[in-house]
Structures are given as structure tokens and as C-alpha cells.
């Protein structure tokens, strides 16, 4: 196990006000202990192993190397905390090296770790306790790689345009180096890191930390202290969360939220630095996850920037006195963030990660991401370009503009495509059917029209304006800081993504309807109608329909996904039912591309069936319709192409979240 901070190994005793406590400390982050040494001492071990005499108690003091205790060969002191000792040792059961952490027997906290087995055997936090008498031994995995720690003063020495995915590999490697371990070969998670930079990293382990926290969050334990020297580091760069010594589990009996106050003050929300304070309101039975998701953007931000946020400026005094000293700590985290602060983050870190990092420290927990896994979706969005830019564009890109200017926006992409289809349909008709009509007759048509478009076209609307109200109003209401349920913003997600074809489907109810009331109105007016006039009528609404259908979808859904629906995901989690619902439209938006394409052949077709003297009437019409649709397919399909790429994108973020 990497040598740790102090605290990392120490267990804490109830207290309101954490003091500084003075460690020992002779392990593997500032000795010079030789993992070369290893199979020196365990053979030794094997030899002279003194077995502790059960039913004889056994001081933490008097454990020593060579000694056997249980199931465990004590083969070398890691470190030494006021609560507890370390020791590599060797697992006899299971014939492995494992870190032991040995305390007195005292407190819930092994009930804490051991209440539920799934927790313990938890990929990120693998902490296992036993008990014997008088002791308390917590062994988990032997993690060669150091700590966050390590990384963070390499962080602090490196100017941050040489900082990268490397210099985490760097650090691991020097400790590796200095316990004699070998460096794994042909690591598929050391390829992806040395590929990164400073910023994905960074994002790359609290992904990995806050899916940690989340799983602890679901058994009911508070971890309380995350900070860099509770962040183990495997040979790989693979974070583990460790040093459960302070949490508290709400299930476990005779256990309470004071009991386990503890932590860093440097790392605490402001609600735990209240409750640290006699003076001030707030509660240790008031925290939540949501008090290690601050911690854990602290942290975050140090890695990032090389300085906590709201640490004081070099040169700037603070009262040493403890209480005075929590106050203005306090005081400063409930100011939030500055823009003196943002500045300190380093120029290529992306928008994203700005976001989802203010977010963790926002002052009221309310405000925070309400759990380990809403952050660790969000952590995932910094990892991929493509997603990133969609969720947090440029604020000077036009995606970031369209977002605001909704329904003008939806008008154009819908109205535009249908006037055309309309006026085609017009200019079809007029010079087939309507032109050949007594003038009487012709008035009362075009009298008709102007009612049947006056009344479809509205109509059209204000069903369209129902079907996307959402779409509407939840935008203008999180432009304006309003915040929304879960339920809502999965509404309104799932309306975004099957906006565009609701827009179809009317437009298309409405074409249809329009072909059969221009025929019937037709036959009315002039007591009769031919099979020939009714299947002109008929087959020009059958183009103009596809004409309204599917370039409006095209446009409709590429506003959606490149812009629209992006927008909503910085403030929510999503879950698979958006997985399936993004699917589903790249699948139908290939069925639109065909009918876009259909567009130019099916009106050439419709040619081939007028009478040789017809044909001159509506050639002007065919052709501009055969230009401009065979145009109008090479901008659909560019669309298509770079919608898929998008789709794609928001999948990979949505699939790496379930």
C-alpha cells in the first residue's frame, strides 16, 4: 500500500473541532522502503513468524514486523497514525499482500465497512474488517501506485502547459520505481491516460472517485474525509477511494452522525465546517452525499488548478485561533466562487469541467449534483469532445445562440419547407385543373382554398405548439436559473427526441386531409369531377406531403440534437430510456433520408403520366421541383451525416452512465 497522509491512517475520535494530529510516518510515500525487499522479508516470515497467543491482549504498540496476527504475516511498517498502525502483510488464506490497518477495537466502524458485503468488495474501495480481541484489523488491497497526493505536488511544480495524462503516469512509475515494482506492460488503461490531457485526466479520475462515492451513498455510508491522500493510485493509474475511518453508516446501530464528524478541514463543505463549530448552526446529522461531492470538487479543483479554491493569497494572513479560523472558512465558502477563482483554472480546460466543477461547490447542497452517479455522467460528458461541445458550446457558436430563440427557430425549420410544398402545389394544380375552369367556378375554388389554408395551417400550429410546449418552456425557464424535477426534464427530453416526427405526423395529417377536401371540394363547386383531375389532386399532394415531411423532420431533429436537447443534460441524469429513444431516431431518420430522396424521382415519375399536351404546363414547376429537391437531398444528407456523428456522441455519454 502507497504510503498516505497522516490522516489517511489514522481513525478519528469523536470531537466537534478537528485538531492537528502528529504522525509517524515510515512507510512507502516518504521512506525509503525497497519492495525489493519483499520476498526478503516474507521468507524471513516464514521462518521466524511469532504467532500471537490467543485469548492474550495485544496493545497496537507492541505489533511489530514478523509477527502473525490471525490470518496475516506482518511483514513491514507502512505507517503509523495516532488510532492505528499499517503493515504490508501477507495474507496467509489467501496468499497475497494486502495492506493492514490495526486500531483498537473501539466504535461502530467496523460494523460501518462490514454491514453489507457488496460494499466491501466494491472494485474502487476494497476494505474488509475483522475483529479479534482488543483489535480491529482493516486490510484492504496492496495498491503499489502512491496517492493523489504524489500527483498533487507534481502538479504544483509543473507549469500548467506541460501538465498531462503522462505526468499521472510519471508519478506512479517514480513510486513504482522506488519499491522496486514493475511497471504493468501492454496496459490498455495506461495507453488511454498517456492519450489525455491534464483536464480529461483529471475529469478521467473523479468519473472513477464519484462513482465510488455513489455506491457508498447507496449502502448508506458517508465517507466525510476525500482528500488527495485518501486517493490510492494502482500501477495503472486506476483511483481507489480508501480511509472509510470517519464515515458513518445510518443503519448501523449505536452509531451517530457526531461520532464520525472528523475530516480535513481544508476539504469540508460549508455545512461540515458548520457542524465542526459550536457556535454556528448546522449538524453532522445534516450532511449527506452531497457534503463529499464538495469535497471531492475540491480536490478536483486542486488537481486542475494547483490551489484550492478560496485558499488564501500568498502573503494574506488568517487568524490561527481554531474557531476564528473556521468562520472565515466558512465564510469564504459561502460566498462561492469568484471570478478571480475561474481564472486560476487552466486555459485548455473545457467549459464542461468548469461547469460541472462550480456545480460540486456551490454553497447550498441543494444546489450541488444530488448524487455520486449524476457527477460521474456529468465527468464522463468532459472525456469526449463531441458530447462536450454539444452540451456546453461555445457561448459565441450559433448553437449556443439557436438555444434561446426557440419557436422562431421551430417556425422556420417547419413553415419554410411547407410554404414551398404549398407553393408548388399551387402551381401544379392551377395549370393542370384550375385554370381550365368557368371563371365563376375558379372564384369559388380559390375561395375555398383560402378557408381550407386558413384553417389547417393554424390548426396545424397550435397542435404542434402543444405537442413541443416543453420544449418551449423549459429552456426559457433554466435561461432564467429556474430549476426542474426529474420527472419534468425526462419529459422534456423525451419530447425533444421525438419532436420531429410529431411534426411530421401532423403535417402529414394535414396534407393528407387538404387531398381529400381540395377533390371534394372541387366536385362541389363544379358538379362534377373527372378520375383524371381527382388523381392530379392526389398525386401532388403525395409530393408536396413528402416534401413537408421530410425536410421539416430533418431540420426539426438536427435543431434538436445539435442544440435543443444537449441543453437539458447539464441539469439532469438520464437513464435508458434516452439511450433507447436516440437509437430509435437515428434508425427512423434513415427511413427520412429515403423519403427525402424520393422527393425528385416521384415528381419526374408524376410527369410520365400527363398527356403530351399537359406536359409543357407544368414543366417549369417539375424542374424547379427536380433542382431543388435534388439540392435540397445533398443538404438533408449532410445533415443526416453530421446528426449521426452527434447521436453517436450523446450515446456514448448516455451508455457509459448505465
Not at 469523536?14 to 512507502?28: Q, Y
Not at 388523381?535 to 408536396?544: E, L, R, W, Y
Request: net charge negative; aromatic share 6%; charged share 20%.
Amino acid at each position: 500500500m502507497a504510503e498516505r497522509d497522516p490522516h489517511a491512517l489514522s481513525g478519528t475520535e469523536p470531537t466537534r473541532i478537528p485538531s492537528a494530529e502528529t504522525t509517524e510516518v515510515a512507510g512507502a510515500e516518504t521512506s525509503r522502503f525497497d519492495a525489493t525487499r519483499t520476498a526478503e522479508v516474507t521468507r524471513a516470515a516464514d521462518a521466524v513468524t511469532d504467532p500471537m497467543t490467543p485469548g492474550v491482549p495485544v496493545t497496537v504498540d507492541e505489533l511489530r514486523a514478523g509477527r502473525r496476527i490471525d490470518d496475516f504475516d506482518l511483514l513491514t511498517s507502512l505507517g503509523r497514525g495516532a488510532f492505528g498502525r499499517v503493515f504490508l502483510a501477507r495474507q496467509l488464506s489467501m496468499q497475497r499482500l494486502v495492506a493492514v490497518k490495526i486500531s483498537p477495537d473501539q466504535g461502530s466502524e467496523a460494523q460501518t465497512l462490514i454491514r453489507e458485503d457488496p460494499l466491501v468488495e466494491h472494485a474502487d474501495d476494497v476494505v474488509v474488517v475483522e475483529l479479534r480481541e482488543g483489535l480491529r484489523l482493516l486490510y484492504m488491497q496492496y495498491v503499489p501506485g502512491g496517492t493523489l497526493l504524489h500527483v498533487l505536488h507534481r502538479v504544483r511544480r509543473t507549469p500548467p502547459d506541460q501538465r498531462a495524462g503522462s505526468m499521472l503516469l510519471d508519478v506512479i512509475d517514480a513510486t513504482l520505481a522506488e519499491k522496486g515494482e514493475i511497471r504493468p506492460a501492454e496496459s490498455t488503461v495506461r495507453g488511454e491516460l498517456e492519450s489525455l490531457t491534464w483536464p480529461e485526466t483529471v475529469a478521467w479520475l473523479g468519473r472513477r472517485l464519484a462513482e465510488s462515492l455513489a455506491y457508498a451513498d447507496g449502502r448508506g455510508v458517508l465517507h466525510r474525509d476525500v482528500k488527495p491522500a485518501n486517493v490510492l493510485l494502482t500501477a495503472e493509474g486506476v483511483p481507489k477511494l480508501a480511509d472509510f475511518n470517519i464515515s458513518y453508516a445510518e443503519s448501523v446501530g449505536g452509531s451517530s452522525p457526531v461520532a464520525y464528524l472528523g475530516g480535513s478541514l481544508a476539504y469540508m463543505s460549508p455545512e461540515q465546517l458548520e457542524a465542526c463549530h459550536p457556535g454556528l448552526p448546522g449538524s453532522a446529522a445534516d450532511l449527506d452525499t452531497r457534503s463529499d461531492i464538495y469535497a471531492l470538487g475540491v480536490m478536483l479543483w486542486e488537481l486542475l488548478a494547483g490551489v484550492r479554491p478560496g485558499d488564501p493569497e500568498p502573503g494574506e494572513a488568517l487568524d490561527t485561533n481554531t474557531l476564528p479560523a473556521l468562520e472565515t472558512m466558512v465564510r469564504r465558502r459561502r460566498g462561492g466562487l469568484t471570478p478571480e477563482m475561474m481564472a486560476k483554472l487552466p486555459a485548455d480546460c473545457p467549459q464542461t469541467l468548469r461547469r460541472v466543477l462550480a456545480k460540486c461547490l456551490e454553497p447550498d447542497p441543494a444546489d450541488r449534483w444530488s448524487s455520486g452517479t449524476e457527477l460521474a455522467q456529468q465527468l464522463d460528458l468532459c472525456l469526449d469532445h463531441r458530447a462536450r461541445d454539444l452540451v456546453d458550446p461555445p457561448p459565441d457558436s450559433w448553437r449556443a445562440r439557436l438555444r434561446r430563440p426557440v419557436v422562431p427557430v421551430l417556425v422556420a425549420a417547419i413553415g419554410i419547407p411547407n410554404a414551398l410544398a404549398a407553393l408548388y402545389n399551387y402551381q401544379h394544380n392551377s395549370s393542370l385543373i384550375i385554370e381550365k375552369l368557368p371563371p365563376d367556378a375558379r372564384h369559388n375554388f380559390e375561395v375555398v382554398s383560402l378557408i381550407v389554408n386558413a384553417t389547417l395551417f393554424p390548426l396545424g400550429a397550435l397542435v404542434i405548439v402543444y405537442l413541443g410546449r416543453r420544449l418551449i418552456t423549459v429552456p426559457r425557464g433554466l435561461q432564467h436559473g429556474r430549476t426542474y424535477d426529474a420527472v419534468t426534464l425526462a419529459r422534456t427530453r423525451h419530447d425533444a427526441l421525438l419532436f420531429s416526427d410529431r411534426v411530421a405526423a401532423v403535417v402529414m395529417s394535414l396534407w393528407i386531409l387538404a387531398g381529400i377536401i381540395f377533390p371534394v371540394a372541387l366536385s362541389v363547386i363544379t358538379g362534377e369531377i373527372d378520375t383524371r383531375a381527382a388523381t392530379h389532386f392526389v398525386s401532388s399532394m403525395a409530393v408536396c406531403g413528402a416534401i413537408a415531411v421530410a425536410y421539416p423532420f430533418f431540420f426539426v431533429a438536427f435543431y434538436v440534437v445539435r442544440s435543443l436537447y444537449p441543453a437539458f443534460l447539464p441539469h439532469g441524469s438520464t437513464d435508458a430510456t434516452d439511450a433507447r429513444e436516440l437509437d430509435g431516431l437515428h434508425r427512423r431518420s434513415v427511413r427520412y433520408l429515403a423519403l427525402a430522396a424520393a422527393v425528385p424521382l416521384v415528381g419526374v415519375a408524376g410527369v410520365t403520366f400527363l398527356n403530351s399536351y399537359e406536359i409543357p404546363q407544368v414543366l417549369f414547376a417539375v424542374r424547379v421541383l427536380s433542382v431543388g429537391s435534388i439540392a435540397a437531398f445533398v443538404l438533408v444528407y449532410w445533415l443526416f451525416r453530421l446528426m449521426e456523428q452527434d447521436l453517436e456522441a450523446l450515446r456514448r455519454t448516455v451508455a457509459l452512465r448505465h
